[in-house]
């Protein structure tokens, strides 16, 4: 009988240690160490939670750039412009992060730093906007998730 908690027995009636899996545990690669599955699923957390802030910014800022009268001051036509390159931005990064392996770490990088660099300029563009800040918030909120991303990616 094996008693040792952090040893399991294999299909061959040895007994290995516990943090590794193989196939036949839970459907890991052999050689895919405990630290490294929390490594992975914090990866996809970070990566749903930037591609759901990015989904949320960017019906933030549509909803604020159609409210906006096209023909308005310069500085409404700023908001306006901001908002709908904001949520094409951002609606571009959704669609990148929910790709599954179809694009490599580089391309995810530069997309998700883009994201979070134009969400900074319209959380800035959208601030003295009387209205507008529930859209800087989601904005800021976006950039944030970004950031979070990227700290996974190292």
């Not at 196939?23 to 990566?47: I, M, N």
């Not at 802030?53 to 409404?76: F, I, K, M, W, Y």
């Not at 931005?89 to 179809?102: F, G, I, K, P």
């Not at 580089?106 to 300029?121: D, F, G, K, N």
Request: glycine share 6%.
């Amino acid at each position: 009988m094996n008693r040792h908690p952090d040893r399991r027995r294999t299909r061959t009636g040895r007994t290995r240690a516990g943090p590794t899996f193989d196939r036949r545990d839970r459907g890991y690669p052999r050689g895919v160490t405990t630290t490294s599955q929390k490594e992975l699923f914090r990866f996809l957390e970070d990566r749903f939670a930037c591609a759901q802030a990015c989904t949320e910014c960017a019906r933030a800022c549509a909803t604020r750039a159609s409210l906006v009268d096209p023909g308005g001051p310069e500085n409404q036509e700023l908001v306006r412009r901001k908002g709908i390159m904001c949520a094409e931005v951002c609606d571009a990064t959704c669609r990148v992060l929910s790709e599954q392996n179809q694009v490599d770490e580089a391309a995810i990088r530069i997309q998700v730093e883009w994201c979070r660099q134009m969400c900074l300029e319209s959380a800035q563009a959208f601030d003295g906007h009387s209205g507008a800040e529930e859209t800087a918030e989601a904005c800021r909120a976006c950039a944030r998730a970004c950031t979070e991303f990227l700290a996974t990616l190292n």
